[in-house]
């Protein structure tokens, strides 16, 4: 039989006949007037954005991954428009409407060392290698298993049997065992061809070959180091297959990434180092722009000020807004949050529960100063009314599945003014009022007391939280009152694990290309539901009525999971589930990423896709040794939405 193969990212409903044929890549559109930059210079914010674990399969966070898909090449990469194109993969399609799919495979793909230093080929059955590690419990915990265990044959059983088994058992375990055989639906007939059997018809499964569950690691590499010590691999033991080697590290200071000499991808432009600057303070990253040490910076509200008002500032033509970023942030709130001495804390827990107190916050909070501090200029560009994140998803008649959610809401899918669509200060003293009685019968002491925390010795944190505080505390006096206390080094190991915060505001980026991957990560009793494991801890909530609603979404949540032949059926079941879970306030939009910037980086040649882990990898990037100015930005924003 003729088999299907696509390059591009097609409709959900649709497939089509498509030769693969290399790689899309953005064409120049007046850059800058300087020369290509050789030795980029980056920066991230030490703390909350520094790489801490360097094995691919074993993260789901950015500040890993932004570094890591430098590293690590995958079956497929998007380009600057978001579309699939071919990468270690060169052809690849289904001939069963998603229920089976076949990726044909580069043959000249190698691992090497952080030297460039041969290792062993890449072929298909390091995807199989991979595929058990991630579904092994004892290997890999459930970190990357929300995705393969809904969507890949036998891997939700596979992974129940090695969470059965002591961790001796599991770790002895490798993909030749006979019980992965058995249950797992993945083959890899020969060396480069791999084979995927889906549970069920998922004709978007290709857009999960960007994300890091489905990124491969070698046996070899496992041969070598032993199976403890892959997980706490580091920058000088670790292999690489991607565009990049990480040639030093040094924790919370900087990072520099070297060009792969045996990269696969001959005709990719690619930078000679990329150096990573961890910076304390994200405010200095204007000042590094400044004195040349870095190629771009985000704006600090202060510095966006000064030059917005100063037509004569040398870089008041230079001010460009960024592209949004992929991430949908969210204030997650605590359901089981504990003191500092580790008991519980009952006064928050009691509080938080009850869906009055919530429904206080979700209209009271008017974070219309808190979004200033990423864009004063516009800051309702910022507003985040969802859950899943904009531009992800669309129906067949090609509205976007978040307006949907924001209709369906009674709000307006654009919001042109200067204030918050959601505040509501009559309805969020209303609710304010009721949680008050209703509390008081329980025993709750006002104000309630919430715990957030900010890295110590940041100051743009501390500016942040000094306004989300004005923003929490203006729903009424004595009702809640915002403790802005400090982590030192690493927020997961200091605040999250011990579950000392009331809530985090963390933003999710979607690993495929459907609805599942967001709604996925909130639901009661599944141990992939990344945020219910990790920051709300509904499942060691004890309130009735709180795991009542939480049930109840998360029955919504799992019939659209069940329903594959009709795509818009399946968008509209879950945009019912995501309006559930806002309008019962289980967690409270909270914004999107618009800043402003200096820059010598053309944005709109990025890697630019709304899932994935492939959008901070430095390739093909236009970039000119003097800055771009905001004519050319507007110029590149119009070639983009043309």
Avoid at 302 to 321: G, K
Wanted: negative net charge; glycine residues 6%.
């Amino acid at each position: 039989m003729k088999r299907r193969l696509r390059i591009w990212a097609l409709s959900l409903a649709t497939a089509m006949v498509l030769t693969a044929c290399g790689g899309s890549k953005p064409s120049s559109s007046g850059g800058g007037e300087g020369e290509p930059i050789k030795d980029l210079v980056t920066w991230e914010a030490s703390g909350v954005r520094e790489l801490e674990n360097f094995f691919i399969l074993n993260t789901e966070q950015a500040k890993d991954l932004n570094v890591l898909c430098n590293a690590y090449s995958a079956l497929l990469e998007v380009d600057h428009q978001g579309k699939l194109v071919p990468a270690i993969a060169t052809e690849w399609g289904t001939d069963d409407g998603g229920l089976t799919w076949t990726f044909k495979l580069r043959d000249d793909v190698t691992w090497v060392d952080v030297n460039g230093e041969y290792k062993a080929d890449c072929t298909s059955q390091d995807w199989v290698t991979a595929l058990e590690w991630v579904l092994n419990f004892h290997k890999n915990s459930a970190n990357n298993t929300s995705m393969p265990t809904a969507l890949i044959k036998g891997a939700q059983e596979y992974y129940d049997y090695t969470k059965n088994l002591s961790a001796e058992e599991a770790m002895a375990l490798d993909a030749t065992n006979e019980k992965f055989v058995e249950l797992v639906g993945i083959e890899a007939p020969d060396e480069t061809t791999l084979i995927y059997h889906c549970t069920k018809n998922a004709p978007y499964f290709d857009t999960l070959c960007t994300s890091a569950c489905l990124y491969p690691v070698s046996a070899a590499e496992i041969e070598e180091k032993g199976v403890e010590n892959m997980v706490g691999m580091n920058n000088q033991t670790m292999w690489y297959n991607g565009a990049y080697t990480i040639t030093s590290y040094i924790q919370n200071n900087e990072k520099v990434l070297t060009k792969n000499p045996a990269y696969w991808d001959k005709e990719a432009s690619l930078f000679d180092t990329v150096t990573v600057r961890m910076i304390a303070d994200t405010n200095t990253d204007d000042q590094l722009y400044q004195t040349g040490e870095v190629d771009h910076c985000d704006l600090s509200e202060a510095t966006l000020r000064t030059i917005w008002d100063d037509e004569n500032n040398q870089y008041h033509d230079q001010l460009v807004e960024k592209l949004p970023t992929k991430y949908s942030y969210q204030i997650h709130l605590n359901y089981a949050k504990n003191n500092e001495d580790g008991t519980p804390d009952t006064n928050w827990n009691t509080a938080v529960a009850n869906e009055n107190f919530r429904q206080s916050l979700y209209y009271g909070l008017d974070l219309t100063g808190y979004w200033s501090r990423t864009n004063f200029i516009y800051p309702t560009h910022c507003e985040n009314l969802a859950y899943t994140m904009k531009g992800l998803l669309y129906f067949s008649d090609g509205t976007d599945y978040v307006d949907k959610v924001v209709e369906q809401l009674g709000y307006s899918t654009k919001n042109e003014g200067t204030t918050s669509q959601r505040l509501d200060t009559t309805k969020a003293a209303e609710y304010r009022d009721k949680a008050i009685e209703e509390l008081t019968a329980k025993g709750v002491t006002f104000p309630v007391e919430i715990d957030y925390y900010i890295l110590s010795g940041n100051q743009a944190a501390v500016d942040s939280a000094t306004v989300l505080k004005e923003a929490f505390e203006a729903i009424g006096d004595n009702y809640v009152t915002l403790n802005v206390k400090t982590y030192v080094s690493s927020q997961n190991q200091e605040v999250v694990a011990p579950s000392l915060h009331s809530f985090i505001i963390s933003g999710w980026g979607a690993d495929y290309g459907d609805p599942e991957n967001f709604i996925g990560q909130e639901l009661y009793g599944v141990d992939s539901a990344y945020y219910s494991m990790n920051y709300s801890n509904i499942n060691k909530a004890t309130d009735p009525d709180l795991i009542a609603t939480y049930k109840e979404f998360t029955e919504l949540g799992l019939k659209a999971s069940q329903i594959y032949e009709n795509t818009d059926e399946r968008y509209q079941a879950y945009v019912d589930a995501e309006v559930f879970m806002l309008q019962h306030a289980l967690v409270i939009p909270a914004q999107y990423e618009v800043f402003w910037q200096l820059s010598k980086i053309n944005d709109y040649t990025k890697m630019n896709a709304m899932y994935g882990a492939q959008n901070y990898t430095y390739k093909n990037w236009e970039t000119s040794t003097t800055p771009y100015t905001t004519e050319q930005y507007e110029g590149f924003a119009s070639g983009a939405n043309a």
